[in-house]
C-alpha cells in the first residue's frame, strides 16, 4: 500500500528551499504520494505576511513539481482529523522551524492520531530572503 504523505506550506515565490524539504520527505518515504496543502491568501496572511503570488498562482507552481501528486489549494490551517481521514493522510510533516505553540494550534489533531513527524528546515534560503533580496537588489 502507498504511503500517503502530507505536507502544508505558503510555498509563496516557491523556491529551492520548498524543493529540497519535498524532497527529503520523498527520499525518507520512497514511493509515497506527497500531498501539498496551501494556505488561503487569508490564512497566509494571519500565518506568516501577506503572500506575493495568489493561491492560484501558488498552486500550479506546486502542482508542477515532480515531487508532489496532489495540491489542495485553501487547505484547512489546523490540519483536522476529518481532513486527515477523508483524504486517507498516512503521516503529516513539518518542517523542524515550527515553535512549540504553533505545532501544537495547527497540528493538534496529527499529534494526538500519532502520525506527525517533523524533518529539518532547509536553512539558508526562504521567501522572506528572496524578498529582502528583490528589495536591496532594486534600491542598489
Not at 520527505?25 to 494556505?39: A, N
Not at 528546515?121 to 532594486?138: A, E, M, P, Q, V
Request: hydrophobic share 35%; proline share 4%.
Amino acid at each position: 500500500m502507498t504511503k500517503v504523505v502530507y505536507v502544508d506550506m505558503v510555498a509563496d515565490l516557491f523556491h529551492t528551499g520548498h524543493v529540497c524539504f519535498l524532497g527529503k520527505v520523498k527520499s525518507l518515504y520512497p514511493g509515497c504520494k506527497i500531498y501539498v496543502g496551501l494556505m488561503s491568501d487569508e490564512q497566509a496572511s494571519y500565518y506568516k505576511r501577506t503572500p506575493v503570488m495568489t493561491i492560484t498562482e501558488r498552486s500550479i507552481v506546486v502542482s508542477s513539481c515532480r515531487f508532489v501528486d496532489q495540491v489542495f489549494s485553501n487547505a484547512p490551517m489546523p490540519v483536522t482529523k476529518e481532513f486527515i481521514c477523508n483524504n486517507n493522510i498516512d503521516l503529516v510533516i513539518h518542517g523542524d522551524d515550527i515553535s512549540e505553540k504553533s505545532r501544537l494550534q495547527w497540528y493538534h489533531d496529527p499529534i494526538e492520531l500519532g502520525i506527525y513527524k517533523e524533518i529539518p528546515y532547509t536553512k539558508g534560503i526562504s521567501t522572506s530572503d528572496i524578498i529582502l533580496r528583490i528589495n536591496r537588489n532594486h534600491s542598489d
